[in-house]
């Protein structure tokens, strides 16, 4: 099967989720599940394909879902018009942190990000006027008109908010692609691979970098916004280092820098996650040791596993031409 | 004495040496000549035990050189100046000489006197000798890397194309210094590209070619090798 | 077309490049040489933008390039290799050559999300770029490897061909034979040859004597961050400063430039009959 | 016989655990108890319960999946103490399925939403204010400080008790409020707020970080009184500090100094190796309520009508299961409950009278 | 005045604080640049088997100290060894998240056998030193002296031994380390129970002035962390300097400006350093 045509299937199957009646809480861990993977999608332009280790993701996340909430809540906007300014800002917000940021490089880079997540979060906490700060932002709306559209196919409004996310994250994934497949993206994969190198190739790496950081933010903020709706309540714990490192994990569990990863990782471990709760007290004593081992027998995440798997039922690569074995034997010079 | 026996080295599925059996005697210099890829680097790393052999045995004065212990070679006489030169890059130089010495950790004095004579032998590092190796030039990098395998001390040391990036000068004095070090009774393998000036102080010599050694001989009898001649001397 | 004046940098108090003033010529090859250390891969980030200098001034075909980034040099029309060969190890030989293309083309985010016009222009420009650029290193048939698959020499024509397919009017190659053997360097000076023809000019940074004195036809001399010579490689092998600095014995240029020298023992002195072939 | 799962969302692991076990702690022996006593007898079938507890860490996104989860396994009845998960899954009580919310905090808001099927059952803090400030005002002196937490909690407290206190005819300083959740060091808050010499400190979070308070504070010399917000609890902050350093302090009376509350303390402590706290105590009383609401509506399984009980159920709770005297549950849904504050004397508890009750 | 001196005090206490914490991971982190966010989980246990030592075996603070010391040193060498060592050419993220599940599971651990409740360890030398109205408790005061010895002794020990330098080299290049003799199995895991000994030391003398609970040590990773970047990653004089940096700002930054945003003063400072120096405030040296 071509690669698309696995997406389709997906995608198709997907869709057909909510047909068959399934609980609440199905299509709620569904909508969770598409929510962290367009974060990890977001996270994975910057960290996979440019090789930055953005740690204030969560922040534009929650840029993304407090400008939603306070628009629709404060200024009683439609969150339809309320979801794209949010985005908007979120995008700004990167490009404004990219600025800064980018004359640091690596290690550095990551924990300057960091300390921005840190401020971000607790500005979002601090700022009561705005955000409601510990109080948080409460009562935000679905979209207008979205339950009324469930109920016309005979679905829970659930269901419409399964199909919001589905949509979104179809996308976002479409959106990723297309970045990764272009000119553009390949410039970005040049970055990972060096500054230097790919300076002296000849791209313009501080702009590129920028860019990069515009659309993960943009499209942290995009899923901050379907949060916002589909919750109905916003508290700063989700905008945190915590949240950044959630979404990290995911990503690296199902695949740096792949496409099928960010959306790999969360399903399998937000199932994962789902099902320890009920070990209750041991549920971290087994997803600890569980995160380890995923790691370091998965370094290259699920999509390299499944490579790993896939490639040692072909047989080996015979050796590149250059590197015939010759078997002639040691002969004395000079005779 | 360096005994190899039916070496073999694979890099998952690919076999970069295939059984190859060759010998270095005390106090010989050994050339070891071939084109690009041929498996010469893959060879000196498995000797100073960076890389795992899959097959095959060397032996160094009793002591087996294959068990992927780099730190077990040293330790035993055997120095390498690697491919790359694996510098730290961050220490100044001579911190990097000085943990060249690390087996001699004891013998300070030892090391202190090599220290001088690695100097005396690279009088462009003195001034360089509290930079940080990585500030270094190229040719610079090249000159830590050879003078730290010295400073062990080894009695088999392994050279992977030492002149690489050294000024013409330069290379004459490494030449020369090998030399010197031989005389005092260390065994040399060698690997260069720079055939001429190799063979002129290699007592004998092996030709590489894609994993397998094709060709030995006496530094004369390669020297008058039509196929030395054209693949490695450029005549 | 590249005119250097009172080039300098310093890295704290090290003056590695100090007022070096020098010309590159349209259609030449020009040799930088000189002991290790001496400033010459300095010299060559200063001009391709990696540095900053300190003092002194660029200009290429005419115009100012002395504190332009990187990315606006290449695009102006000088490309350049590193001293150890770095290449996208894991990406595939095309891949590499059209990363190089990318400072001719102008796609950006937008193009890549909406898929425009632009964007696939774009696109195949960069793949007939690339590939133009295989052509001309002899890799057209390993486009589709892994780069890191190939041999050492391999892996410096990908270096160059990403250079190439840049479409400069310089190139800046620093010890481009560094590693190679004999056959493999006179295949790279061959390389280099049909460059030239084909309307490239070439500044070089080598200590392989004779391919040097075999390509060069201006050599710019350096040492201690100083220019202490130029001229034809006739001029320069003569000139004593050079000798001194430099050449040592071997001012006539050896065979392959590295022969061993006079302090080697007799015996093995004889050998050294074809010594002078090139000089 | 029938069993009713009874649901839990609660921080189970991370910085709040200990808060969500307490919690949880005293709904499951309150479960226990109401079992091993044959259960209880709904429209004539014997009824005994079991508790579904989900960890939520605090966060109000997975309160809400565990709630879908909760609902979806048929669960009627879900405990949440935590004010954002409270207000995050309020709205869902009345979407299909409809669910019982029992709201463990006393955040006034909870009730502003008028919500029909929200049990909350901490007694309103504002009850402490005028008792607390007038007690403090009349034993130290008329200027106090502030150095409260900051949670949303922490912050309307500070709001509150500086109102009242300007109210009684004192004056307040700069407000030193820090979070109690994520501070190192308490001493900077402690000297900014000492250097203005206030005769009384307004302090509390949980209870052993405010312990960490008055220790700073008393180990900077401060011989004032202190007003100890009601997350505070005097029998978790001796443990930390010498009760000495709370002389003079107000706060709410410990679960073990009521009446008639030695046999829950006791067998609590039997099981839980630990002083019961309020949490505990006040959520062993809430299910208790709520096994009685669900007798006397005739069903486990119709949250309007089990609510609509609630206050005859909450009259009709036998002595037994009583710690803080039940007056009844409000129309809103609120529980009415004695509470009881105390001051600390010479390292004894002194329960204090109050002469007004605000509602 | 009184006051000034006060917060300067404070400020001095808490920096010790965090530079007794920041001293391990600069060891794993700056120098070995493994990003072991499992050090805050380390810091924590060394506090509870302090705590366990003292109430469980009866034994006295210091003989606590020590134990909780070498069972930590103990179980980060073991860490290094299974974990880290195998990760030690996966990219950086990857040791990173593992060391994030690991402080998943000490957390748990530690709340499964100890329970989520707070604890307290009786502070060994109770009561305070009183100079012209500032005070000052003796556990901080110890505080502020351990981490001047450990720092200076840190910096001696990486600087001008040997085996400080086989660390430094091994983290810059292994290879090139177990080529010139260096046992880097040994070197890496030495540094790990180096920085596993200094957390729980860390942890068994600050916890008297402050709560052990199993959460304890995320607060500190993040500022810890923010400390050894803003000092320049691997130098230790760096790293102490960082510390007080970082308690001076929070604590007059909360003092003049507000307690509310002491946090986020604390990290603008350390955005703001690196905006102007990227390097941190000190350069690695040799
Ligand atoms: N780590 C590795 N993984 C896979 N293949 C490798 C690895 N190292 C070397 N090879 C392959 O093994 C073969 C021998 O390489 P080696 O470096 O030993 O050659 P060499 O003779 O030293 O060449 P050069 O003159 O370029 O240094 C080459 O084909 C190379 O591509
Ligand atoms: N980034 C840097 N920081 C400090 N010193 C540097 C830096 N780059 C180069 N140098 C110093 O500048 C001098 C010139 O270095 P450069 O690399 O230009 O020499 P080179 O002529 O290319 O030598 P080689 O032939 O050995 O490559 C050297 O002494 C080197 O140590
Ligand atoms: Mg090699
Ligand atoms: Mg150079």
């Not at chain 4, 504050?341 to 002194?350: F, L, Q, R």
Request: charged share 15%.
């Amino acid at each position: 099967m071509k690669g698309w045509m696995w997406w389709v299937a997906v995608f198709v199957l997907a869709a057909l989720v909510p047909l068959f009646g399934p609980s609440g809480y199905v299509l709620d861990i569904g909508v969770n599940i598409m929510i962290y993977a367009i974060l990890a999608y977001g996270l994975n332009v910057l960290l996979g394909y440019t090789g930055q280790l953005p740690l204030a993701h969560a922040g534009f996340f929650g840029i993304g879902a407090y400008a939603t909430g306070i628009l629709t809540l404060k200024m009683g906007w439609s969150f339809w018009l309320a979801w794209p300014v949010a985005v908007a800002i979120s995008a700004v917000a990167g490009l404004l942190l990219g600025l800064v940021a980018f004359r640091t490089k690596g290690d550095t880079f990551a924990i300057f990000t960091l300390g921005v997540g840190v401020i971000i979060m607790l500005v979002i906490n601090k700022w009561d006027a705005l955000t409601g700060g510990n109080d948080g932002l409460n009562g935000i709306m679905p979209p207008a008109g979205l339950e009324a559209l469930s109920k016309s196919v005979g679905l829970k409004l659930s269901g419409g908010f399964y199909y919001l996310a589905l949509i979104s994250l179809a996308l976002t994934v479409i959106a990723v692609a297309r970045t990764r497949g272009s000119v553009f993206g390949r410039s970005l994969i040049a970055i990972r691979g060096g500054d230097d190198l790919a300076r002296s190739a000849g791209i313009d790496v501080y702009s590129h970098k920028l860019r990069a950081m515009m659309l993960s933010t943009a499209i942290a903020g995009f899923a901050g916004g379907l949060y916002a709706t589909s919750l109905g309540f916003l508290g700063s714990a989700a905008t945190g280092p915590i949240q950044t490192f959630t979404i990290l994990l995911y990503l690296l569990v199902g695949g740096l820098g792949t496409l099928a990863g960010p959306l790999l990782g969360p399903a399998l471990m937000y199932t994962l996650a789902q099902n320890l709760k009920g070990l209750q007290d041991y549920q971290y004593i087994v997803f600890g040791p569980l995160l380890v081992l995923l790691i370091m027998f998965a370094p290259q995440g699920l999509v390299g596993l499944w490579h790993r798997l896939t490639a040692r039922r072909t047989p080996p690569p015979a050796a590149p031409p250059n590197q015939k074995p010759n078997q002639k034997e040691v002969t004395s010079a000079g005779s | 004495m360096l005994e190899v026996r039916d070496l073999s080295v694979n890099y998952g599925h690919f076999t970069a040496l295939h059984a190859i059996s060759l010998n270095v005697n005390p106090g010989e210099i050994v050339v070891m000549l071939g084109a690009n890829g041929a498996g010469k680097s893959t060879l000196f790393r498995t000797l100073s035990g960076l890389q795992r052999a899959s097959g095959g045995s060397a032996v160094w004065n009793g002591t087996p050189l294959t068990g992927g212990k780099p730190e077990y070679n040293v330790e035993h006489g055997v120095a390498q100046c690697p491919e790359g030169r694996l510098l730290f890059p961050e220490l100044s130089v001579e911190k990097n000489l000085r943990l060249g010495a690390f087996v001699h950790r004891k013998d300070a004095a030892g090391t202190n006197k090599e220290l001088e004579r690695v100097y005396t032998l690279f009088p462009d590092l003195v001034q360089k000798r509290n930079a940080p190796a990585g500030s270094l030039s190229g040719g610079q990098q090249q000159m830590v890397a050879i003078a730290r395998s010295l400073m062990a001390r080894p009695q088999l040391l392994l050279l992977d194309e030492p002149s690489l990036g050294l000024a013409p000068m330069v290379v004459e004095q490494v030449f020369a210094a090998i030399q010197r070090v031989n005389e005092a009774g260390v065994s040399v393998l060698l690997a260069e590209q720079n055939a001429y000036a190799a063979l002129d102080i290699a007592h004998r010599g092996y030709v590489m070619e894609s994993g397998v050694l094709t060709l030995q001989g006496t530094q004369q009898e390669l020297m008058t090798d039509d196929r030395v001649r054209s693949a490695y001397l450029g005549v | 077309m590249l005119e250097v004046k009172g080039l300098g940098i310093r890295f704290g108090g090290n003056h590695a490049v100090q007022d070096v003033t020098a010309s590159v010529e349209a259609g030449k090859i020009t040799a930088i040489i000189g002991p290790n250390g001496a400033g010459k891969s300095t010299f060559f980030n200063l001009i391709s933008g990696f540095y900053q200098p300190t003092s002194g001034s660029i200009h290429f075909l005419g115009q100012d390039i002395t504190r332009l980034p990187t990315h606006d040099v290449v695009a102006r029309g000088i490309a350049r290799t590193f001293q150890t060969t770095t290449i996208y190890k894991e990406l595939t030989v095309l891949d590499n050559a059209m990363i190089g293309h990318r400072v001719r083309t102008r796609a950006g985010l937008w193009d890549a999300l909406l898929r425009t016009g632009r964007e696939k222009r774009d696109e195949e420009e960069s793949r007939v770029g690339g590939m133009a650029a295989l052509e001309r290193v002899g890799l057209a048939a390993q486009a589709g490897l892994p780069a890191g698959a190939l041999t050492q020499e391999g892996q410096k024509r990908v270096g160059i061909a990403m250079a190439l397919s840049s479409d400069p009017k310089l190139l800046l190659l620093d010890e481009p034979a560094a590693g190679m053997n004999p056959e493999e360097t006179v295949n790279l000076m061959a390389l280099i040859r049909e460059l030239v023809v084909g309307g490239l000019s070439v500044a070089l940074v080598e200590h392989k004597m004779s391919l040097v004195m075999g390509l060069a036809d201006e050599i710019l001399v350096m040492h201690h961050g100083q220019k202490i010579a130029e001229g034809t490689p006739a001029q320069v092998s003569r000139d004593p400063a050079v000798i001194e600095a430099y050449l040592g014995s071997h001012a006539h240029g050896g065979q392959m430039g590295q022969g061993s020298n006079g302090n080697a023992p007799a015996s093995t002195a004889v050998q050294r009959t074809k010594d002078s072939n090139h000089a | 016989d029938k069993v009713v799962n009874i649901g839990y969302s609660g921080p189970l692991s991370g910085g709040a655990a200990f808060y969500g076990k307490d919690v949880q702690s005293g709904i499951e022996m309150g479960i226990n108890d109401i079992n091993k006593a044959g259960g209880v007898t709904v429209a004539g079938e014997k009824v005994t319960f079991k508790l579904v507890s989900l960890d939520d860490r605090y966060l109000p996104n997975e309160t809400a999946t565990n709630v879908k989860r909760l609902t979806s396994q048929g669960i009627d009845v879900i405990f949440v103490p935590h004010a954002g998960g409270i207000l995050t899954v309020q709205p869902m009580t009345t979407r299909d399925p409809e669910f019982l919310l029992v709201a463990y905090s006393s955040e006034p808001k909870i009730l502003e939403a008028k919500n029909p099927l929200t049990f909350m059952l901490p007694p309103r803090y504002d009850n402490y204010l005028f008792p607390f400030v007038s007690t403090q005002m009349k034993a130290f002196g008329k200027k106090l400080g502030m150095v409260g937490t900051t949670s949303a909690y922490g912050k309307q407290w500070a709001e509150a008790v500086t109102g009242e206190w300007k109210k009684q005819g004192g004056t307040v300083g700069a407000n030193n409020g820090v979070d109690y959740g994520t501070t190192v060091d308490y001493s900077a808050a402690v000297t900014k707020a000492l250097s203005e010499k206030p005769d009384v400190l307004f302090i509390g979070g949980p209870s052993q970080p405010t312990a960490l308070v008055v220790k700073a504070a008393r180990e900077q010399g401060f011989k004032g009184g202190f007003i100890v917000m009601d997350q505070a609890k005097f029998e978790q902050m001796d443990q930390v500090v010498p009760i000495s350093y709370l002389n003079g302090s107000v706060g709410v009376l410990p679960t073990k100094e009521f009446a008639g509350t030695q046999l829950f303390v006791a067998q609590y402590q039997r099981l839980y190796k630990k002083i019961p706290t309020s949490e505990a105590a006040l959520n062993y009383m809430g299910i208790n309520v709520l096994a009685k609401a669900m007798e006397l509506a005739g069903t486990t399984t119709d949250p309007a009508k089990i609510k609509g009980s609630l206050d005859a159920a909450a009259k009709a709770l036998p002595q037994s299961k009583t710690i803080f005297k039940m007056k009844g549950v409000s129309p809103l849904g609120h529980a009415d409950a004695d509470f009881i504050i105390a001051s600390v004397k010479d390292g004894k508890y002194t329960k204090l009278r109050l002469d007004t009750i605000y509602k | 005045m009184i006051t000034f001196l006060q917060q300067f005090l404070n400020a001095l206490a808490l920096g010790g604080v965090y530079a007794l914490v920041a001293l391990g991971l600069t060891l794993v982190y700056g120098v070995m640049r493994v990003p072991n966010f499992a050090h805050g989980g380390l810091y924590m246990l060394g506090a509870y088997l302090t705590y366990a030592s003292l109430t469980e075996l009866g034994i006295g603070y210091v003989p606590s100290l020590i134990l909780a010391a070498i069972g930590v040193a103990l179980l980060a060498a073991l860490m290094e060894r299974v974990i880290f060592y195998p990760l030690r050419n996966a990219p950086h993220v990857s040791p990173m998240i593992a060391a994030i599940g690991v402080l998943f599971f000490l957390e748990a651990a530690v709340q499964l056998i100890w329970g989520p409740d707070f604890k307290q360890i009786p502070a060994p030398i109770n009561g305070i030193v009183e100079i012209g109205g500032v005070i000052l408790t003796w556990q901080r005061l110890i505080i502020i002296a351990a981490s001047v010895v450990v720092v200076v002794a840190l910096n001696y020990f990486l600087k001008r031994t040997l085996t400080g330098a086989t660390i430094e080299a091994m983290s810059q290049n292994r290879e090139g380390a177990r080529l010139v003799g260096i046992n880097t199995n040994r070197v890496g895991a030495l540094t790990f129970a180096i920085s596993g000994l200094l957390a729980a030391a860390a942890a068994a003398l600050i916890a008297p002035t402050l709560l052990v609970s199993p959460s304890m040590g995320e607060v500190m990773n993040l500022k810890v962390f923010a400390i050894i970047i803003l000092g320049g990653m691997g130098s230790v004089p760096g790293a102490i300097v960082g510390a007080f940096l970082l308690s001076f700002a929070e604590t007059f930054g909360g003092a003049y400006i507000s307690l509310d945003f002491a946090d986020v003063i604390g990290f603008a400072m350390l955005v703001l350093v690196l905006a102007i120096r990227p390097q941190g405030l000190f350069k690695r040296g040799t």
